[in-house]
């Protein structure tokens, strides 16, 4: 048995706290009946119905993906391009992306079913680190990778501070390879940030995703996470609120 709220969040209908309020509001019933409380149990017999409408219940499922360049971070694409969910055609289980990497960034995505998860993993206070390798154009004086870390400003507001380190440059095609490690998921952050201090992202690869790498991967590959994976995200990323 599990907690009315809770399943409502798994099946990825809307996030616990939003579960809560569908229940005090009446726009839910079990067996028909409207439940008010929010304490109450369900089993996998009962007939949930949010709006009046079923909700399905699946089983929670967690993966994680390489997901290549020229991928979009969506379950469909109105101009018929790849998206994440292709490289899982086989699994009847509606899953979609956790956040999201830019079409031409490749590197590690979760994929999932469970909403309450996705919620805690994308809340902005939980945001667990993420590591980004990028190729730039140009080489960076010390002082801006300074200010990658102590925050640069963007449209939206300042960035948390990070880490940043070069590994290694090219003189003569005048690039360099920097890597960055943030907290924060905000749209095209990355190439933001490097956009900022003057040195545009030419590739860009998410290596690390909290203790997630892509160890034994290759662009296209998935593996089921494991349950103390699960288990592991879920307190990082409660650890930081
Ligand atoms: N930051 C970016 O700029 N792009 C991504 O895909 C991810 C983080």
């Given at each position: 048995m599990e907690r009315l709220q809770k399943v409502i969040a798994h099946a990825g209908i809307a996030s616990r706290r939003k579960a809560e309020e569908l229940i005090q509001d009446g726009r839910v019933t079990v067996n028909g009946k409207v439940v008010k409380e929010l304490g109450v149990k369900v089993g996998s017999n009962d007939k949930i119905e949010v709006n009046g409408v079923p909700i399905e219940r699946e089983e929670p499922v967690y993966f994680i993906l390489y997901k290549p360049r020229g991928v979009i971070s969506s379950v469909n694409d109105d101009k018929g391009r790849k998206v994440v969910t292709d490289y899982f055609s086989e699994i009847p289980a509606r899953i979609?992306?956790?956040?999201?990497?830019?079409?031409d960034t490749s590197g590690i995505i979760l994929m999932t079913n469970d909403g309450e998860f996705a919620n805690t993993m994308m809340h902005p206070k939980g945001e667990v680190e993420k590591v980004y390798?990028?190729?730039?154009?140009?080489?960076?004086?010390r002082e801006k990778i300074k200010l990658l870390e102590k925050g640069?400003?963007?449209?939206?507001?300042?960035?948390?501070?990070?880490?940043?380190?070069?590994?290694?440059?090219?003189?003569?095609?005048?690039?360099?390879?920097?890597?960055?490690?943030?907290?924060?998921?905000?749209?095209?952050?990355?190439?933001?940030?490097?956009?900022?201090?003057?040195?545009?992202v030419l590739k860009l690869k998410?290596?690390?995703?909290?203790?997630?790498?892509?160890?034994?991967?290759?662009?296209?590959?998935?593996r089921e996470l494991t349950a103390h994976e699960v288990k592991l995200l879920r307190t990082e990323a409660n650890k930081k609120r």
């Open positions: 979609y992306p956790i956040g999201r990497l830019d079409y390798v990028a190729k730039i154009k140009g080489i960076p004086m640069v400003m963007l449209e939206d507001g300042k960035t948390a501070p990070a880490k940043a380190k070069v590994l290694s440059v090219d003189k003569k095609k005048g690039t360099s390879i920097v890597e960055l490690k943030i907290h924060e998921g905000r749209n095209r952050q990355v190439r933001r940030m490097f956009e900022a201090i003057g040195t545009p998410r290596e690390r995703y909290s203790f997630l790498n892509l160890n034994g991967l290759t662009p296209g590959d998935a």
